[in-house]
């Protein structure tokens, strides 16, 4: 079983930076991927950005060149740094982990929120 805690979420200007934190407890060995959703009222989660444990990196189209996404596995980190932040980031921000996707000798994050087990509690994000 994994636990997982946002943090660093907030209310900034279009334009500015927040960085989130998720910290990771419990089973978190092995080949995993951890992400970031995000999802608006009303509307569907969607992912931001996942990182597989052997470094490989998706992103959204949305966000790609604003948003980095790290993983410290000394400390059972993940980062989320978003820079150039535009209204439309507005949104509850969710932290989420899964098992790696392996299949024919590859191996892929999966991508849909129903293929992630664990998530976070959400951290807000408000952009105006």
């Known amino acids: 079983h994994v636990q997982l805690v946002e943090s660093g979420g907030g209310s900034v200007q279009a334009g500015g930076s927040l960085r989130l934190s998720c910290a990771a407890s419990?089973?978190?060995?092995?080949?995993?991927?951890m992400g970031w959703f995000h999802q608006v009222s009303g509307k569907e989660r969607e992912a931001v950005a996942e990182i597989d444990s052997d470094g490989s990196i998706n992103y959204a189209d949305s966000v790609t060149g604003r948003f980095t996404v790290s993983l410290d596995s000394v400390k059972n980190t993940l980062w989320l740094q978003m820079n150039s932040l535009k209204s439309e980031d507005t949104a509850m921000y969710y932290c989420a982990a899964s098992q790696v996707v392996k299949y024919g000798g590859r191996r892929w994050c999966p991508s849909r929120p129903t293929d992630f087990a664990y998530w976070g509690q959400g951290t807000q994000v408000t952009v105006s």
């Open positions: 419990g089973n978190t060995y092995g080949n995993f991927c």
